[in-house]
Nanobody, 117 residues
Framework: QVQLVESGGGLVQPGGSLRLSCKASRNIPAILTMGWYRQAPGNQRELVAQITSDGTTNYADSVKGRFSVSTDNAKNTVYLQMNSLKPEDTAVYYC???????????WGEGTLVTVST
């Protein structure tokens, strides 16, 4: 059973930066996409950033120019660099990996990001 372990969340002031990491417990074959979703209280889970197997990236409009998604395939890890953080970025961030070898996506348990003074 593959597990995704996230790290890097925490409390940061507006304008600050955080880097989230998500490491798979073992190699996942036939990866289609790796990325991050978030869910704020009272809101639905939404896509934040995603990278495909050919390196194409996709970002939510609200984070374009501030967030950057990247991967280290040798380490089965996906990162989310978050800069110029705003209070509205406060949410639980979930790692997501989709594989062509499995119907359901893999999900992490989530890491809380709080942007506040």
């Amino acid at each position: 059973q593959v597990q995704l372990v996230e790290s890097g969340g925490g409390l940061v002031q507006p304008g600050g930066s955080l880097r989230l990491s998500c490491k798979a417990s073992r190699n996942i074959p036939a990866i289609l996409t790796m990325g991050w979703y978030r869910q704020a209280p009272g809101n639905q889970r939404e896509l934040v950033a995603q990278i495909t197997s050919d390196g194409t990236t996709n970002y939510a409009d609200s984070v374009k120019g501030r967030f950057s998604v990247s991967t280290d395939n040798a380490k089965n890890t996906v990162y989310l660099q978050m800069n110029s953080l705003k209070p509205e970025d406060t949410a639980v961030y979930y790692c997501n990996i989709r594989s062509d070898a499995r119907r359901d996506a893999y999900w992490g348990e989530g890491t809380l990001v709080t942007v506040s003074t």
